[in-house]
């Protein structure tokens, strides 16, 4: 807890008001003075403290000691008169003016040590500053570095907004929860309507999104989607998010909304767009010198060898999650030597591996079968070559949109040139290693379901890909 929560959770034992007493006597969201009393939020605003002193009824003593603990001077400089209703409305009434900036970060992860990303934070910043991108989706693969990247832009453009919201979505909360928490922000923590439908809510979202330069940010989007189906589909319950986010990209407003995901939502995909209100912004590893910054920041000694530095971070398509798991293991366990690291089999981690599960376990039968075959293939393959591997060869529209999802879900790349797909490193070697297990298991058992519809070793392929299939997959099985 901090200074500011005790004292006024003190003053508040001492009143005898309970925090729904305390709330409504101060016209404050219960939540929020329930957050403010354990700790759990930054310092408010002087008017909230102001608005609290009052209810309490404390005297100029009291008062100053619960300004100084919010770190505020007292008496505090001249502030805007307190309204007296009750409760927002919707119709007739407008946002009251904000003198003072107050924002929301919630649970937000510590920015640790970031490396790189300069041209990636340069090119956000214009989206949103020059360009007023007003939804933007930053997609790609488990440990790219999507929440980090997210929190060092906020940080940097927080000056530009006059209130920041940070939320993860990893615990999937209701949308009905979420509006209530912002909204709370942006009225200066009036309660809110009980009444109010998610659309009102949603309505009034986007009046204060009009009337002030908000940023808003929702961390781990892809947990309120669906598994093993196709892309971007909504929960049973959540679906009132995509009207959220289709309202945020259709209404014109000053602020943002960012988005950080794995999977791009289907109103999110058929409505960006290089100059559109809605854009998505697919993140790919670091380059090969941010990626040395990380081992050398997990006191790897590479520059003795850095060839082999080079290629650790190529295996992991600069994924900067796996190359610090990969740093810190070779560190502790190998005594530093890169080059013994690359020539095991310890090259996928059980964190990492977790992350890169997780993925897989979302996709639906067709999707992971495509990923297979990938693994197999080795090598970008067209999707019409792609659909002569299947024993019973699925419709051409079929694999089109199985691979339109998983380009989605930030699983496959696309070699323009080719009009070709092909799997990153890291999810190749994790790929491959689920395939080897699967194999391993079903020859045990004696039951034969992947080994039936997945050529571990294909007759008609070139020297060393057949030669590179064999090293990966049937010796190991």
Not at 410 to 418: D, G, N, T, Y
Request: charged fraction near 25%.
């Amino acid at each position: 807890m901090s200074k500011f929560s005790d004292t006024l959770e003190a003053f508040r034992k001492k009143s005898g008001y309970s925090k729904k007493e305390l709330a409504n006597l101060a016209g404050i969201a219960e939540s929020y003075v329930s957050h403010l009393t354990l700790g759990s939020r930054e310092n408010p605003s002087p008017e909230t403290i102001a608005k609290l002193a009052s209810a309490l009824k404390l005297n100029d003593e009291e008062k100053k000691s619960l300004f100084e603990a919010a770190e505020l001077p007292y008496p505090p400089p001249s502030m805007p008169a307190i309204p007296s209703t009750s409760f927002l409305s919707i119709s007739g009434d407008k946002p009251e003016e904000k003198t003072i900036k107050e924002d929301d970060w919630d649970d937000v992860p510590n920015l640790q040590a970031f490396f790189g990303r300069e041209e990636e934070l340069k090119e956000l910043k214009h989206w949103i500053l020059e360009d007023h991108c007003q939804l933007l989706a930053v997609s790609g693969s488990g440990g790219i570095g999507k929440t980090m990247l997210t929190i060092k832009l906020a940080r940097d453009i927080n000056g530009e907004f006059d209130h920041v919201f940070w939320r993860s979505l990893k615990d999937a909360p209701s949308l009905e929860h979420l509006l209530e928490d912002c909204l709370s922000l942006l009225s200066h923590h009036k309660p809110l309507d009980p009444h109010w439908s998610v659309e009102e809510r949603i309505h009034r979202l986007l009046d204060y999104m009009k009337k002030y330069q908000c940023l808003l940010i929702l961390d781990n989007m892809e947990a309120i989607l669906r598994e093993k189906e196709h892309v971007g589909e909504y929960l049973v319950g959540y679906e009132a998010y995509g009207n959220l986010f289709d309202e945020i990209g259709k209404v014109s407003h000053q602020s943002c909304l960012i988005l950080t995901t794995r999977e791009i939502p289907e109103e999110i995909a058929l409505r960006q767009g290089k100059s559109a209100a809605i854009r998505v912004y697919p993140l790919s590893g670091l380059k090969p010198e941010d990626g040395l910054r990380i081992l050398e920041d997990k006191a790897l000694a590479w520059m003795t060898q850095s060839e082999d530095a080079k290629a650790l971070i190529d295996l992991y398509s600069g994924n900067p999650l796996a190359l610090e798991l990969a740093a810190v293991f070779i560190r502790d366990a190998l005594a530093g030597n890169i080059s013994t690291f690359l020539v095991s089999s310890a090259t996928i981690f059980v964190s990492i591996q977790g992350v890169l599960e997780q993925q897989f376990e979302r996709l639906s039968t067709l999707e992971q079968q495509i990923m297979y075959w990938l693994a197999i293939e080795r090598e970008a393959v067209t999707p019409t070559a792609l659909q002569q591997d299947f024993p019973s060869p699925p419709d051409l529209l079929k694999m089109g949109i199985a691979l339109q999802s998983l380009r989605r879900r930030s699983l496959i790349e696309i070699r323009e040139q080719e009009k070709a797909y092909s799997l990153q490193a890291v999810i190749q070697a994790h790929v491959t290693r689920r395939l080897i297990d699967q194999v391993v298991s079903e020859l045990k058992s004696a039951s034969f379901k992947l080994m039936e519809s997945h050529a571990l070793l294909k007759a008609h392929t070139r020297d060393y890909l057949h030669e590179a299939q064999r090293r990966q997959f049937l010796a190991p099985a």
